[in-house]
T-cell receptor
Framework: NAGVMQNPRHLVRRRGQEARLRCSPM?????VYWYRQLPEEGLKFMVY????????ESGMPKERFSAEFPKEGPSILRIQQVVRGDSAAYFC???????????FGSGTRLTVV | GENVEQHPSTLSVQEGDSAVIKCTYS??????FPWYKQELGKRPQLIID?????GEKKDQRIAVTLNKTAKHFSLHITETQPEDSAVYFC???????????FGAGTRLFVKA
């Protein structure tokens, strides 16, 4: 079992470009969560998805950010028109059941220049 | 919504001493309390968890306690070792409540 796979590990984007972050959950896990971590800070919830459904997106900014988890393929976190403040580590996590602890991916470190 | 506070933000101990990290939560409906360890530049990893139907759980040098009345829970690490140095996050969630809320983290330094 390869665990939660995130790619890319590092992503550099210029202001105004789009960033696409991918996450493949652990085999058999159908619950996917995205968290953002700023340097020296905690993990901030962004969005919770199941296959083809957004369950809770209360932590995601209303503009420029979107997430999906299609029937086939990885979950995608998309940030349009990136700004310097979007620079952070974005972690994806998955769980087998909603009430279980998370397995985190290695994260994508986004740098906006 | 749920709010989790964690203290201290930084903790420095001598190798072999014990370390205690404390958290409080606001939503009395929370019933699952995991702890994660994050080493520098790495992913958070689940190290222990406790559910609301028990007051204490132990796994080798790590133990967690839960006081539902006071809405407090704590992580205890005994006989600390340099490899315990990391950031530790407490968290709280409600089964069926869709998301886990994390504390701000405690940076633990274990001095050899």
């Amino acid at each position: 079992n390869a665990g939660v796979m995130q790619n890319p590990r590092h992503l550099v984007r210029r202001r105004g470009q789009e960033a696409r972050l991918r996450c493949s959950p652990m085999k058999g896990h159908s619950h996917v969560y995205w968290y953002r971590q700023l340097p020296e800070e905690g993990l901030k919830f962004m969005v919770y998805l199941q296959k083809e459904n957004i369950i809770d997106e209360s932590g995601m900014p209303k503009e420029r950010f979107s997430a999906e988890f299609p029937k086939e393929g990885p979950s995608i976190l998309r940030i349009q028109q990136v700004v310097r403040g979007d620079s952070a580590a974005y972690f994806c996590a998955s769980s087998l059941r909603e009430e279980d602890g998370y397995t985190f991916g290695s994260g994508t470190r986004l740098t906006v220049v | 919504g749920e709010n989790v506070e964690q203290h201290p933000s930084t903790l420095s101990v001598q190798e072999g001493d014990s370390a205690v990290i404390k958290c409080t939560y606001s939503d009395s409906a929370s019933n699952y309390f995991p702890w994660y360890k994050q080493e520098l530049g790495k992913r958070p990893q689940l190290i222990i968890d406790i559910r609301s139907n028990v007051g204490e759980k132990k796994d080798q040098r790590i133990a967690v306690t839960l006081n539902k009345t006071a809405k407090h829970f704590s992580l205890h690490i005994t006989e600390t070792q340099p490899e315990d140095s990391a950031v530790y996050f407490c968290a709280a969630s409600i089964t069926g409540g869709f998301k886990t809320i994390f504390g701000a983290g405690t940076r633990l330094f274990v001095k050899a």
